[in-house]
């Protein structure tokens, strides 16, 4: 057990330093990746916490995030998810987890419309010569193992396609992750309920739209999660930590937590370091039974506006 928690901490240890390194810390590759859809997870519950996600045990959904994160499926779930961006995007998400003994599955598909992008030919003119949509569509197919008591793998391979106007191009997708709960059962209240992932969302190889190639826009991240319980209150509280490298962007950080009271209702704050236009996010979320429906509120710095998402699980 010594040798695989320090077999661990020594991966850990190799990809904290990979993504703090100055090679990595800084690019210019910002704008060179397609599908920038896929930087956009579904639920609500996600948003609301800052989409600090990765070391997050939450079934149903969780896959996007990191793929070993389904193994926290209870019974069978399903999810539905509306986005609503600022001028007019919008994305629906269908997702759906099982589990059976020390395996789980999960199913993903979303699909997002950008409207009214401008359409322009080499010659400036005062006028577009149209205006043209996006279309965006992902479907995950996931799959976790709990590999001991305290510890779960997982991988997601996933097929994309994107059309801009009359021009397409399709891929696919690959997603690696990790949780691990060194302390599950060891009686020590403060770091029982710890937990750490980590995750490698989106690569493959480049997708091209006519003569030009583009990467996948590929994520490197660790995270930490810790949840308190008070029987006393029936209240619980989580706070979550991710460190997010993207492949054309710099280091971001994401800080989320959630209060829930009674095991029905809970709040929700996230807050994001590394962004030009957000920071700050909010959110709610009501269970009944074996139902529950999430919201969540993204504010905007700049006139863009903002953004909404609500999403509906259903436990079978």
């Keep these: ?29 910002s704008g060179t990746s397609v599908l920038s859809f896929l930087k956009f997870g ?70 997002g419309k950008t409207p009214g992008i401008q359409k322009r030919d080499e010659i400036p003119t005062t006028e577009p010569l149209a205006q043209i949509d996006a279309h965006d569509v992902v479907l995950s197919l996931s799959y976790a193992r709990n590999l001991e008591r305290r510890c779960n793998l997982g991988f997601s391979v996933k097929w994309l396609y994107e059309k801009i106007d009359i021009s397409s191009a399709s891929g696919f997708g690959f997603d690696f992750g990790g949780i691990c709960s060194p302390f599950m059962g060891s009686g020590k209240p403060l770091v029982e309920n710890l937990r750490f992932g980590v995750a490698i969302l989106n690569l493959g190889s480049k997708m091209k739209f006519e003569q030009q190639s583009y990467s996948l826009p590929a994520l490197y991240k660790v995270g930490i999660s810790e949840y308190f319980k008070k029987d006393a209150w029936s209240s619980d509280f ?79």
């Excluded at 057990?1 to 590759?29: Q, R, Y």
């Excluded at 070391?55 to 926290?72: D, K």
């Design 1 to 29: 057990m010594k040798n695989k928690i320090f077999l661990s901490g020594m991966v850990w240890l190799l990809l904290c330093t990979f993504m703090v390194s100055p090679a990595s810390s800084h690019n210019d590759k």
């Design 42 to 111: 579904p639920g609500a519950k996600a948003m609301g916490m800052g989409e600090a996600f990765t070391a997050q045990w939450s079934g149903v959904g969780s896959s996007y995030w990191n793929p070993a994160a389904i193994s926290g499926t209870k019974e069978t779930q399903v999810s539905l998810t509306h986005l609503q961006w600022f001028q007019d995007i919008t994305a629906e998400h269908f997702s759906a987890a099982t589990k059976s003994g020390g395996n789980a599955w999960g199913l993903l598909l979303s699909w």
């Design 238 to 316: 989580t706070l979550n930590l991710d460190l997010i490298k993207p492949r054309d962007n710099d280091m971001k950080f994401h800080l989320g937590t959630e209060y829930g009271l009674y095991k029905t209702f809970s709040l929700r704050l996230g807050y994001q370091l590394g962004y030009d236009e957000k920071n700050i996010s909010f959110g709610m979320g009501i269970k009944f039974k074996k139902f529950a429906i999430d919201y969540a509120f993204v504010p905007y710095k700049s006139d863009l506006g903002d953004v909404h998402s609500v999403s509906l699980i259903a436990e079978f």
